[in-house]
């Protein structure tokens, strides 16, 4: 991956037990991203690595490169961050209840909520979105 930061990706993975289909999620501004994304594909798991929109084409490209999907949310690294929790907690729900299309809403309107605090978002759910979300935001 072009930095130490390697070493640390692939322990974190291959310490955490058999890593789910469904891939695994980080947040970064850099070399953590590219060593996870480098990571995953060699060990054959999907990677998705969110950066703020403010990072530098190159090291999106490098990211790619390795073969993950590239989230750019946010000016800030902080939104960024935020909305891979978001996903990585849709992945886990995923695979625990597979309720995958309001877990990925969720993610996405926790990322705008974080990047526009100033809007009001609304969101109509039933009984089993809401608990859905509660279960998110635990």
């Known amino acids: 991956?072009?930095?130490?930061?390697?070493?640390g990706a692939f322990h974190k993975l291959l310490a955490s037990g058999p890593l789910p289909k469904s891939g695994v999620v980080a947040a970064s501004g850099g070399n953590h991203g590219a060593a996870v994304a480098y990571a995953a594909r060699t060990l054959g798991v999907p990677a998705e690595i969110f950066v703020p929109t403010i990072a530098?084409?190159?090291?999106?490209?490098r990211l790619?490169?390795?073969g993950a999907t590239v989230h750019?949310?946010?000016?800030v690294y902080g939104v960024a961050r935020a909305a891979s929790e978001a996903r990585a907690t849709s992945h886990r729900l995923i695979q625990d209840q597979g309720i995958a299309s309001?877990?990925?809403?969720?993610s996405n309107l926790l990322a705008e909520a974080i990047e526009h605090p100033q809007r009001t978002?609304?969101?109509?759910?039933?009984?089993?979105?809401?608990r859905c979300i509660q279960r998110i935001l635990r």
């Open 72 to 75: 750019q949310i946010g000016a």
């Open 64 to 66: 790619r490169s390795y």
């Open 102 to 106: 309001v877990a990925l809403l969720f």
């Open 56 to 61: 530098p084409a190159a090291k999106v490209d």
């Open 121 to 130: 978002l609304e969101l109509a759910a039933g009984e089993s979105s809401q």
């Open 1 to 7: 991956s072009g930095s130490f930061k390697g070493r």
